[in-house]
């Protein structure tokens, strides 16, 4: 339980190399799936910008519509 022998380390280098190593499926899989995973992460950050600026956009827009209806008021009195 203390150590780990040679046998142990033989076999995590096995399972790494078939993972990660070679030109088998299995490598390209991984790839793959290190590919969707930054895509996902680039679409997230740029839902986040867009929320963002259409949030500020809003808020811009409703200024306006209320800055735009004080001034018919004051023009009507």
Request: hydrophobic fraction near 40%.
């Amino acid at each position: 339980m203390g150590t780990f022998s040679i046998w142990h380390w033989l076999i995590v280098l096995v399972v790494v190399l078939v993972l990660f190593g070679g030109r088998g499926k299995i490598p390209s899989l991984m790839g793959d799936v290190a590919k969707g995973i930054k895509s996902f992460k680039s679409n997230m950050k740029d839902e986040g910008a867009k929320a963002e600026s259409s949030k500020i956009e809003e808020d811009t827009t409703s200024t306006t519509t209320t800055t735009a209806a004080r001034e018919d008021e004051t023009a009507k009195s």
